[in-house]
């Protein structure tokens, strides 16, 4: 069964650093997601792609945060410089079209602790 | 906007005993829901969703839910759990956009 692939799973890094995450969907799926979740709550959305265009950014704290799916397949998310409060699960998800009836598939998460 | 609460942060519930995970969902406009469950350090995955139709829904691993629009509620129901339901389950809600909206999740113990 194909999966959505992310890496890495776990990163610990110090305050102002920069820190990257990948992102792989299912093969042919056109919507990618990246979420935040903060221990203890609900995923909450940062960005949305269709194909390699950003359909929804508004939570996205772009002081510090991007997000770029170049050739419309993989996805990176970067944070420059990282601060305490980054520290979440960062979610990628998939869906195979975009529509709020379709089944987002989610990968095992980036584990992000910022010391 | 809408939004979802889950009343229940954490439900003990002994093996084989039936649960149910409470779900409430606000909105103004017609809405989709979702249950998903995350497992330790792991991804959702997602157990069932209604979109329309029968407000019964079936979904995987034996879990079934009821849309209510009168309550608007959507719980998470199981006759009987094992020890591998524990975890924790987010219930989800969309409406006229493909964002989805999460609850802030229950955690699920089953115990011996």
């Known amino acids: 069964e194909a999966e959505v692939a992310q890496s890495p799973r776990y990163k610990i890094t110090e305050k102002s650093q920069a820190v990257a995450f990948w992102c792989d969907p299912i093969s042919g799926h056109a919507t990618l997601y990246w979420y935040r979740q903060i221990l203890g709550q609900g995923p909450e959305l940062l960005v949305q792609f269709q194909d390699e265009s950003v359909v929804d950014d508004s939570q996205l704290p772009k002081d510090r945060f991007s997000a770029e799916r170049l050739k419309g397949v993989d996805s990176t998310l970067k944070i420059q410089p990282a601060e305490l409060g980054d520290s979440a699960m960062y979610l990628c998800?998939?869906?195979?079209?975009?529509?709020?009836?379709?089944?987002?598939?989610f990968g095992p998460g980036t584990r992000l602790t910022v010391l | 906007a809408q939004s979802v609460t889950q009343l229940d942060s954490q439900v003990p519930v002994f093996e084989e005993a039936p649960v149910e995970l409470r779900c409430n969902y606000s909105s103004s406009v017609s809405v989709y829901l979702f249950w998903y469950v995350q497992y330790p350090n792991q991804g959702l995955q997602l157990l069932l969703k209604y979109l329309s139709g029968s407000t019964l829904v079936k979904g995987i691993n034996g879990f079934e839910a009821e849309f209510n629009k009168s309550q608007t509620s959507f719980n998470l129901r199981k006759p009987s759990v094992h020890i591998s339901d524990t975890s924790e389950y987010f219930c989800?809600?969309?409406?006229?956009?493909?964002?989805?909206?999460f609850g802030t999740g229950t955690r699920l113990q089953v115990f011996p």
């Open positions: 998800a998939s869906s195979l079209d975009r529509g709020n009836t379709d089944t987002q598939y």
């Open positions: 989800a809600v969309s409406a006229n956009t493909d964002k989805l909206i």
